[in-house]
């Protein structure tokens, strides 16, 4: 209900139904709510949502890694350096994004920018690799994405060395050909890594499978089994008329399979209707002919 009323533009109604909640609220359940103050725009009430939290002491790393993200968007780099600061002074430590990868029996662990590799040379020189394939396959690096106070240039050089991709450039130089590389990673994959890795699987004709904070990624021919929703939610564009439609279409998903379920299990009630007055049918046709 709460992403509901997020996607819809309802980002208030969502707040205060979280707050009426009679069961404790767990990280992930503010963490929507946060979300849905970045996609609309809403630096206010992520601000109030926040202190409530902080008053509550419910704040996580998660928790204060997203108002800071929200902050960044927004492009209030004042904003990022007064939770940076918050983060400090309260002795939280943002979790690092880092992926592993499995090779031969043996884990290999990458960070963003990781040169710790004993191979980092040769990965380093399949990420160059990679850059010609996905730009002769017209891809365009989504630098919005980068959530600092760099230049355009700078972005596109920080998007290229983040921990899937390194461990991507592992599985390729350390696999034979057709091998499906398996990654996993501690947080939600970036949407510029997700078109990445489609195009990769589309190049290459390797099965890749991503395993993130959320859920698994199935990348197979340049498609991904999640139909890129996340991908399209994180996108989704914050004006109210498209967060009504996709409220709408939501729900008419929702509804499409309510009535699938209900049809399906009219059939099956239906079917051993069927089959239980076959058998008393047959059953008094034994006692006729017993009886003749």
Known sequence: MVNLLGRAGQLEEAYEFVKSMKIDCDPI?????LTACRIQGNIRLAEKIMEFLVQQD???SGTYVLLSNIYAAAADWDGVAKVRALMKSSGVDKEPGCSSIE??????????GDMKHLKSKEIYRMLE?????????GYMPQTDVVLHNLGEVEKQKSLVVHSERLAIACGLISTQP???????KNLRVCPDCHAVTKLVSKITGRKIIVRDRNRFHHFVEGSCSC????????????????????????IFWLFWIEISLFNFLEVIGFRLYCT??????GNKRSILIGRS
């Open 29 to 33: 359940l503010w963490g929507t709510l």
């Open 58 to 60: 419910l704040a996580t």
């Open 103 to 112: 090779v031969n029996n043996k884990v290999h662990e990458f960070l963003a």
């Open 129 to 137: 690799e990679m850059n010609k394939w996905l730009e002769a396959h």
């Open 178 to 184: 057709g091998t499906t590389i398996k990654i996993v």
């Open 227 to 250: 139909g890129d929703f996340w991908y399209n939610y994180y996108l989704m564009l914050t004006n109210r008329q498209a967060s009504i439609y996709s409220f709408f279409w939501y």
């Open 276 to 281: 239980n007055i076959f058998r008393r049918n």
